[in-house]
């Protein structure tokens, strides 16, 4: 298998739910930006239960975490494949069947996790394309996220997250 392209920034690799579509524009549209932000509001929430959680508590999060994913699989019923990637904090790296021209400017929408149907959509401009031995392309591209700010910081925080379970994973 081919390998990803490295990334200049701390990441981590996975088998993620993951398209990519030209734009035509600089940013992905103010609607799908708020979808992103919300979602990785909740990505990027703290994590930490105590060592006795509250049954309660927890049976009241598995509810709202099904009734988001039935939400989600309406509003969201074709599922990109899973595709190899890399996610950096402000990179992200993939292997793709197409070739993508450098300097492209596409939108990427990516599922963090294969089981679920939360989606974030980015706008990301290709900065290099390299085709492996398996007659696939290996693509880098620069993320541009919103200039808003929560999208960088939060996402910043759940690549790290991440990227510290990859470690501990080793």
């Known amino acids: 298998m081919s390998p990803l392209p490295p990334l200049d920034s701390a990441s981590f690799d996975a088998m993620l739910p993951l398209s990519v579509h030209l734009l035509s524009e600089e940013q992905c549209s103010p609607a799908r930006q708020r979808e992103t932000r919300l979602a990785l509001r909740v990505l990027a929430a703290p994590s930490e239960t105590p060592e006795e959680p509250d049954p309660m508590l927890v049976r009241l999060e598995a509810k709202l975490d099904l009734a988001l994913e039935i939400s989600l699989l309406g509003h969201h019923p074709d599922r990109p494949p899973l595709t190899r990637c890399r996610l950096g904090l402000d990179s992200i790296a993939w292997l793709s069947d197409h ?72």
């Open 99 to 170: 070739p993508w021209r450098v300097g492209d400017t596409v939108q990427i929408a990516l599922s963090p996790n294969a089981d679920s149907a939360l989606m974030l959509f980015m706008a990301a401009r290709i900065e290099a394309q390299c085709p492996t031995p398996d007659e696939a392309y290996a693509i880098t591209a620069r993320l541009q996220l919103p200039a808003d700010e929560q999208t960088g910081p939060l996402w910043e925080r759940w690549v790290f997250r991440r990227h510290r379970r990859a470690i501990l994973e080793r």
